[in-house]
C-alpha cells in the first residue's frame, strides 16, 4: 500500500514536470511581449529557440534516466536489500545510517554527473557559456560532492543522537540545531562556501564604486564593503546579491555583470538588489525555510518508528535511513503544493524590490539591465503562465518591466 502510494507520486512528479515543460514547448512560438521587442534580433532569436529546445531536450533525457533507476530501485527493494547488507557489515546503527547515506550521495552524484558534464561542455559551450575548463569542473564536482557529505554526516549524526535519547521528542532539538546552522551558514556563506568555488576581492576604487557608494548613501545603505567575483570562471551568465545580515551584510557583483552592463544599469541592479534587503526578505526567506523544515521534522517524528517505511522499500524495520527515505518520496505532493504558494511570495518580494529601484528614480536603469541580461543569457521571454505560476521565482521579465515603467511614471 505505502509502495503503491510512492511510486504513484514519483511517477506524478515525473509527468507534473513533463507536462509543464511541454507546455513551455508549446508556447515558444507565442509573440514576444510588446516590452520586449527589439531585445533580440532575428538571428538571436533563432540561436535563443534553439537553446531553449536543446535544454528541454537534455532535461527530458536526465527525467526519463532518473525514473527508469528509480522505479525498479523502489518495486524490487532495492534500497532495503542495500539496508540489509550494511547491517551484516556494521553493528552501529548510527554508522549503518551514515554508510547507507553516504552510499545514496555518491550514487546520486556519479548519476548526475553524464548530465552535468554534457550540459556544461557540450551544451552551455555550443551557446556560448561555458566558461569552466574540464580541471575546474572535476574539482568543483569534489569539492560539492564532499561539503554535501560532510553537512549530511553531521546533520544526520545530530538528529539521530537526539532521536536516540529524546525519541519521538527529538524533532524539536533537532529543529533548533538546524535552525543554527543554517543562521550560521546565512551568516558566514560569502566567508567559508564561496571561497571554495570562486575569488572574491573588494571592488576598486572608481567610477562604479564612487557610483554605488552615492546611491547607497542616498538609500541610507549599510554594507560591509562590495565585492566582485570571478563568475567568469564558471560561465558568461552574470549575477548579483546581497548577503548575510547584521555586520555580515555585502554586496557581491559578478565580474560577468560589470562586462556586460553599464555603471548605471549596475547602480540599478543593485537598487533592486538593496530593495529585497530592506524589505527583510532574506531574513524572511531563512524563517520560512527553518518553519517548513519544522513542519518536516515534526511530521517525521509521527511516523519515524513505524515498521511500514522500512518494509514499503523492502527492508527490516529497524531503520532510521529507510524511514526517512520513504517519508520524504511520501511528501512529495506536499512539495507540488508549497511550490506555487512559495513562487507567489517569491514573485511578490521581487516587484517589491524592483519598486524600491524605481521609486529611487533607477527604474530605467533597471530595465535596460535587465533586458541587457536577459539577451546574453538568452532567456525565454515567452514562458508559459502555468510554468511562471508553478516554478518561477520571478515574474515575468515582461511583468517586472511593466511594473517599473508604471511606477516609474509615478514618480
Ligand atoms: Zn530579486
Sequence with gaps: MILTLIISFVLLEFAVNSVLSWLNGRWMTHPI???LKGLYDEAKYQKQQEYMRTCRRVSWVSRCVSLAIILPVLACGWLGWLDGVVKTWIDSPLLQLLI???IFDVVGTLLDLPFG???TFVVEERFGFNKTTKRTFWLDTLKAALLSLAISTTLLTVIFLLYQSWGDRF???????YACVMVFFNLFYSNIIVPLFNKQRKLEPGELRTALETAMGQWGARFDDIYVIDGSKHSTKANAYFTGFGPKKRIVLYDTLLEQLATDQVVGVMAHE????KHHDTLWNLVVA?????VYLYLFSLVVGSD??????GGTPP????????????LTPLGFILSPIKGHFSRRAEYRADAFAAEHGHGESLIEGLKRLAANNLSNLTPHPAVVWFTYSHPTLAQRITQIKQLSHEV
Aim: proline share 5%.
Design 117 to 119: 558534464y554534457y550540459s
Design 319 to 330: 531503520s532510521f535511513a529507510l524511514a526517512m527515505i520513504a517519508f520524504s518520496l511520501l
Design 100 to 102: 547507507l547515506y553516504a
Design 308 to 313: 511500514a517505511l522500512p518494509q514499503a522499500l
Design 171 to 177: 524533532w524539536l532539538w533537532a529543529l533548533l540545531v
Design 274 to 277: 538593496y530593495g529585497h534587503y
Design 290 to 294: 527553518i518553519v517548513t523544515i519544522g
Design 33 to 35: 511581449p510588446a516590452v
